[in-house]
C-alpha cells in the first residue's frame, strides 16, 4: 500500500487503469470505464467497481472515496486477504 493509505492507492491505481486502457480520465476529472475487465489486482478491481456502481462515469474524487472504502482495499491495508 502506497504511503497515504487506501485514498492514495485508488489514486494510483486509476491512474495505472487509465494507462492500460481500462478507463479514461477525462478533462473535466470525470473517471469512465470503458468496459475492458481489471484482473489481478483488488485495488484496481475495486477502482472499476466504484466506477460500475456509479453507472460507468464518476469523478475522481468519487472514485478515490469509494474504492478507498470497499472491502478489498481495506484487507490489503490491514494485511489480509479480501
Known sequence: M?????????DVATVTLQARGIVRI???GRVA????QALGDPIAGAVVEALRRHGGVASLVEVRVA???SP?????ESGSSA
Open 67 to 69: 474504492a478507498a472504502q
Open 33 to 36: 470505464d470503458s468496459g475492458t
Open 26 to 28: 477525462e478533462a473535466d
Open 72 to 76: 478489498s482495499v481495506l484487507a490489503v
Open 2 to 10: 502506497p504511503a497515504g493509505g487506501p485514498g492514495r492507492a485508488a
